[in-house]
């Protein structure tokens, strides 16, 4: 089964640097041999013609997917200074241990890639939510970001791309999704802003937030606005009213007399939504 945890590999198919029955890098973990009664095959175990076909079409799909964004890479440094983003991973390389933009250099010269001109945030989310730089790892994280509320067209497309291609995965994609769609939005940080901090610290901010905190917060934000709506429009209907009242007219009156009541009450109810909050706010504070 696969693991909840952000960029472990314990899927049906993971990384493996030396293991012995791996293919272009990745550990191929074998069912057993299939059961026999009589000389015939049992049910429910794959002969190993069916495997081996299974392992041709992985090994083919992830190599698929590694020479499409080595040729996208390739694409993109053709139309940038290379020298300017090589400098700043060289300064990111001179941060103390532990923080993102040393880990982040690290990963680069460990993988011997380099930062990608305009896509410098994609290398802090390898190193933010530990996903290798491995084909299926890439889909897991765009998985993960679109989780997150990462909604554009790149991260569309590479995740359509690689989910077509890895259909024994998609199990594991949509748990990373869930996982995304349950952490802290990261798809605005950028590698400027979080460079000197330190990754576990920044880790812990993003697997540690709470949806149910944020929903929360969303709701009281829509409570203000309508208490705010609420005494803006009530007073406003007051003050247009307000000028009747002086009328001789008793149709005047009683025409400006019913709204005038109305926007007080509208504006009254807002103020007293707006103060309930207020303190419920200062509560959970203090």
Known sequence: MASEAYGSNRTFIHQSANCKGSIAGFQIF???????V???QCRGYPNRQNLTTMNIFQTI???IIKKSFHLSVWTIEQFHDIAAYEQKARKLQELPDGTLGKDIANCLEKNNLRLVPNYESHDLKHVLLDFKMTPV????????MLGNGNYSIPSFAIFIFGALLLPELWTTFYKDYKNGLNSKPIKTWTIEDYAHCQTSTLRQV????SFRQQRELNM???IRFGALTAIVLGTFGMLFCLPFLFSSNVADLVGAGFPFVGGAII??????TLSNLTRQINTLTT
């Open 30 to 36: 074998h069912l057993p041999k299939a059961l026999s």
């Open 137 to 144: 790892d890439e889909i897991r994280m765009q998985a993960f």
């Open 267 to 272: 504006a009254s109810g807002g103020l007293i």
């Open 61 to 63: 799909a992830r190599t």
């Open 38 to 40: 009589d000389g015939k």
């Open 206 to 209: 993003v697997t540690n937030y």
């Open 220 to 222: 009281k934000s829509l």
